[in-house]
């Protein structure tokens, strides 16, 4: 059974997935949020050190190109293939923001079957390197992913990752397992499911429904607890139950690592602040009953303020 980390944008950049991997284990591929090439240019100079093979060192990672246009795309997949050494490309059918759907990129190229078909026939014609594809079921109903999967079908996709939420759902309702259910019996090529596992139980609930489903993809459980990768891998291992107390000390340790990195990738302690603030918005959950404490470090204006609010969270 393979773990993938989903490219969250603008949290897991390589500061984010090097301090990850440097304390966390069970992450087989790290997908990198979402690069836009344009007309002018393949990559971005940030786009460039989110890929550079010192910044993903001892991991296989995955850049993710967000384009409906082929040309950009394969003209992205070539650099990151001949500058950068990638083996993989993943393109992105998810995003749901209304900024890249009014595009036609990401969720809202998923409006189009014709012209996604076009798209993947140019791409799998001239591209040197493997493309996986990363997909909604859809723009506003359920109905539309079968015509969207016959498209995939044609393609001979590295494989299919399957998060079964509509554009107009955002992050809101639950995952459709029925749709999912068409994915396993009529899909050509791998799959991988992605959405709402956040603990070793729901990990459980999907293998129950899904026995050969053994590819997943964690976004914010992950962010929620990093240790979740590690207790699904032990217990798929063993068949009993983890233990699931966090290692607080390893959490720090993945802390102080991240609080560190971001000073020095970024200018000015708003900016630091902010990142570590985000990071707090998803582990919180693992501090139960600390609300007070939780508080002072999202209310924190200076860098003393959360060191010293922190300090008090992990008791030292």
């Known amino acids: 059974m393979e773990v993938y980390f989903a490219p969250l944008e603008g949290i897991t950049g390589y500061v984010y997935r090097n301090a990850f991997h440097s304390f966390y284990t069970g992450i087989d591929k790290y997908f990198i949020p979402f690069l836009s090439p344009n007309q002018n240019r393949a990559l971005s100079p940030k786009e460039i050190r ?28 070539k650099e990151l293939k001949e500058e950068y050494g990638y083996q993989e490309v993943n393109l992105n059918l998810g995003c749901p923001s209304r900024t890249v759907v009014s595009k036609g990129k990401g969720a809202g ?21 493997r493309v996986s594809v990363k997909t ?41 397992w029925n749709v999912f259910a068409d994915a396993v019996q009529k899909s050509r090529n ?14 459980k609930k999907l293998k129950t429904e899904f026995p050969n489903t053994d590819r997943i993809m ?26 699931e107390n966090t290692d607080r000390k390893r959490l720090k340790a993945f802390h102080d ?7 020095q990738a ?10 570590m603030k985000e990071f707090w918005s998803y582990a919180e959950k693992l501090f139960p009953g600390e609300e007070k404490i939780l508080k002072k470090i999202k209310k924190a204006t200076r860098l003393c303020d959360y060191e010293q609010a922190v300090r008090v969270l992990f008791g030292i």
């Open 50 to 77: 989110d890929v550079l093979p010192e910044h993903n060192r001892g991991m296989y990672a995955v850049p993710q190109i967000l384009t409906n246009r082929a040309e950009y795309f394969l003209r992205a997949a």
């Open 109 to 129: 190229f998923l409006e189009n079957p014709e012209e996604l078909d076009a798209f993947l026939e140019e791409v799998f014609e001239k591209a040197e390197i």
């Open 136 to 176: 909604r079921i859809g723009m506003d109903s359920p109905e539309e992913f079968a015509p969207l999967l016959e498209v995939f079908n044609k393609y001979p996709l590295h494989e299919l990752i399957v998060h079964p939420r509509l554009q107009k759902d955002y992050y809101r309702n639950v995952p459709n």
């Open 190 to 203: 791998p799959l991988c499911y992605n959405g709402d596992i956040f603990t070793p139980e729901d990990y």
């Open 218 to 243: 964690l976004g914010r459980g992950l962010l929620m607890n990093p240790e979740l990768a590690e207790i699904i891998k032990a217990e798929r291992r063993s068949g009993t139950k983890a233990e």
């Open 257 to 263: 690592r991240l609080y560190r990195d971001y000073g």
């Open 266 to 275: 970024m200018s000015g302690d708003k900016n630091v602040l902010f990142k």
